[in-house]
């Protein structure tokens, strides 16, 4: 599994190309090299499992552009990689959890208000919620399931 994030919530034309260029480093790239070294130990039935966003879905708020467009892309990775190493029995699936308390996004942050606000759960959630679907996803059980992009989100794109 592989998981890399970090945001600049402020407006597009606020970003800076450096501060575009931090984000997509860590949320892309260094998706794509953890992907690249884990697929050289990773055997035939295996699982490769990333960690994306709900908000490479749909954007409920503004000054998200520089964290969803990566995020975006990190799913159509998931989905053209699942291509390619399917004859293995690998499968290659997104999460993408919506807004919970971790260090990123915390709880009592400047943006848990406007982000409890968008789900259709009145809560602000956990890593636990996401981790659960990643357990299922590592599993036997979802051995059919590839290519896809997994949202565990509260509502929050319903």
């Known amino acids: 599994m592989n998981d890399a994030g970090t945001a ?19 949320n892309v790239r260094g998706v794509l090299v953890a992907t690249e070294a884990a697929l050289k130990h990773v055997n035939d039935g295996g699982r490769i499992i990333m960690i994306g966003s709900a908000v490479s879905e ?4 503004a000054g998200l552009v520089s964290y969803s467009t990566p995020k975006g892309a990190v799913k159509t990775f998931a989905q053209a990689l699942s291509r390619e190493v399917g004859s293995r029995g690998i499968t290659v699936n997104n999460l993408q959890p919506g807004p919970i ?3 990123l996004n915390p709880a009592a942050g400047d943006w848990a208000v406007p982000q409890k606000a968008t789900r259709a759960l009145d809560c602000y959630r956990h890593v636990d919620d996401a981790a659960a679907l990643a357990a299922f996803v590592a599993g036997s059980e979802s051995s059919y399931i590839t290519g896809a992009n997994l949202t565990v989100d509260g509502g929050m794109n319903a």
């Open 8 to 26: 600049i919530p402020k407006t597009f034309e606020e970003t800076t190309l450096e501060e575009m260029d931090h984000v997509i480093d860590i």
């Open 58 to 61: 749909r954007v409920l708020t």
């Open 101 to 103: 308390d971790a260090d």
